[in-house]
């Protein structure tokens, strides 16, 4: 492990990187499918990419922060 004080917080953004990543192939796959998708299904995806963008942007800043020598 990395004795960088960006570390912890680049690495906790790993998960959140993949769920983007998945969520982009789902959305893809619904767009190309012939069956049609609600809006209630759209609103629930809609809401966790909110939320893992939220995350990302908070780790996001923290490394920032910690590279910069700034304590949160």
């Not at 990395?2 to 790993?14: G, I, K, Q, V, W």
């Not at 767009?31 to 909110?50: A, F, M, Q």
């Not at 800043?61 to 910069?68: G, P, R, S």
């Amino acid at each position: 492990m990395s004795h960088n004080p960006a570390f912890r917080p680049l690495s906790d953004m790993e998960d959140d990187i993949l769920a983007v990543t998945r969520w982009a192939a789902v959305l893809n796959h619904l767009g190309t499918s012939e069956h049609g998708v609600s809006n209630d299904e759209v609103w629930v995806i809609s809401n966790v990419l909110r939320d893992v963008g939220k995350r990302l942007a908070s780790s996001w800043d923290e490394a920032f922060d910690a590279a910069a020598g700034r304590a949160r």
